[in-house]
């Protein structure tokens, strides 16, 4: 378990999630309290009703996982979640470039943004992707050596893509 910011406190990490710690305590109580009712009631009702004293105690043991599950929909609806998403637009766009250029050097390559579907079109659109991957241009490395006569050899390799900055991105 990690804490957080000390302004925050109250707030820990635990199994990678952030949580409140006092909804923790307070959903570790009602968890307790729910599925070991749901338990020991099941238990008391079935002792007379169901033949086998081991049949009723496996039944309880269900009421018991049934109870579990419904200490999980009661905290969940009391507790909503800790986590703070925060989009940020001005990170380093340098980072993208790398990524692109990889991905045009496994096999398949990119592909063209035209091929693609209206709905996939309007979703990288949203997520300010289309501009990005429409910006994509391969470039041959050799391409001036090749005009100068001094690289024969880079006439063969296969083109390289690189990534153009959009106008909209900031420098």
Request: hydrophobic share 45%; with cysteine.
């Amino acid at each position: 378990m990690k804490k957080h910011n000390p302004r925050h406190g109250h707030l820990a990490e635990v199994w990678g999630d952030t949580v409140d710690l006092r909804h923790l305590a307070w959903s570790i109580g009602i968890g307790l309290g729910v599925s070991l009712s749901c338990f020991l009631l099941a238990s008391h009702l079935l002792a007379d009703r169901v033949g086998s004293a081991a049949l009723a105690r496996a039944y309880a043991m269900l009421a018991g996982l049934v109870g579990c599950v419904l200490s999980g929909v009661i905290c969940g609806a009391l507790f909503p979640p800790k986590r703070e998403v925060v989009e940020d637009g001005g990170a380093d766009p340098s980072w993208r470039q790398e990524v692109l250029n990889e991905l045009a050097s496994q096999s398949g390559g990119l592909g063209a943004v035209s091929e693609l579907p209206p709905p996939v079109v309007s979703e990288m659109k949203a997520l300010h992707l289309y501009e990005l991957f429409a910006n994509v241009q391969p470039v041959v490395p050799g391409a001036a050596e090749a005009s100068s006569g001094t690289a024969p050899s880079a006439q063969s390799e296969e083109p390289m893509p690189r990534v153009l900055p959009s106008a909209t991105e900031e420098r």
